[in-house]
């Protein structure tokens, strides 16, 4: 079974640094999507970034960025210039394909607690 | 365009009581899921509608938990009797399908609380 794991439960970045926001995910499938999800206080999740599998080059967001390494079933976040409004819970999420929609699976981690501070 | 709608926000009730939290997806979205997301957790797939049909309820405590998504649109996710343990945000997302770069949007979620 897919499992995602956040070793970090919360991290603390100055204002205008960078920070990186660690998940490590085991699967023994070759093709799937990997997730960064924020959620601020007000609970609403919103999509940051996402990472195809089959796609070597990491995925780029605006200051948003991830370091895939698909070998080391690896995939962090990194955030430059953070920012006060990037305070939030960011959920690590992998989504298999699955051979039929019958087995197709959305798996969150823990949740990182990201504090900013001005 | 209008998000994922859930209502309601809050509830608060005594257990044993039964209770019932609704869902509209965005427009045209075929794909409902039902999340549930303790404290301090990841959200947990409960249910995954693709239009009317509940096509992976596997994770759903079916002995008190129900859902339906009659008319393929709008979804309604019911616990009776609710217990202490049920305390939790219940969350509803929506995407277009299950197929490469469908994107799941989120609502609000309803913050249960069982006393």
């Known amino acids: 079974a897919q499992t995602v794991t956040q070793s970090q439960p919360e991290m603390s970045v100055q204002e205008a640094e960078t920070v990186t926001l660690s998940c490590t995910y085991d699967?023994?499938?070759?093709?799937?999507?990997l997730f960064w999800y924020k959620q601020p206080p007000s609970r609403q999740m919103i999509l940051v970034i996402r990472?195809?599998?089959?796609?070597?080059q990491n995925a780029t967001e605006n200051r948003f960025s991830v370091n895939f390494q698909k070998a080391a079933k690896s995939f962090s976040l990194k955030i430059s210039d953070s920012q006060l409004g990037d305070a939030a819970m960011y959920f690590c999420?992998?989504?298999?394909?699955?051979?039929?929609?019958?087995?197709?699976?959305?798996?969150f981690g823990t949740g990182t607690r990201l504090k900013v501070l001005a | 365009e209008a998000g994922v709608v859930q209502s309601p926000r809050y509830k608060i009730i005594e257990k044993k009581q039964p209770v019932a939290f609704w869902c509209n997806p965005i427009?045209?979205?075929?794909?409902l899921y039902w999340y549930l997301q303790n404290l301090g957790q990841g959200p947990e797939l409960l249910i995954r509608?693709?239009?009317?049909?509940?096509?992976?309820d596997s994770q759903l405590p079916k002995d008190r938990f129900s859902a339906e998504r009659l008319k393929g649109v709008d979804s309604t996710l019911k616990i009776q009797p609710a217990e202490l343990g049920d305390s939790a945000v219940y969350l509803c997302?929506?995407?277009?399908?299950?197929?490469?770069?469908?994107?799941?949007?989120f609502g609000p979620g309803t913050r249960l609380t069982v006393l």
């Open positions: 427009s045209g979205h075929n794909t």
């Open positions: 997302a929506s995407s277009l399908g299950t197929g490469r770069g469908n994107e799941q949007f």
């Open positions: 509608y693709e239009n009317e049909e509940a096509v992976d």
């Open positions: 990472q195809e599998a089959y796609k070597q």
């Open positions: 999420a992998y989504r298999s394909l699955g051979p039929t929609s019958g087995t197709y699976k959305y798996i």
């Open positions: 699967t023994s499938e070759s093709d799937y999507y």
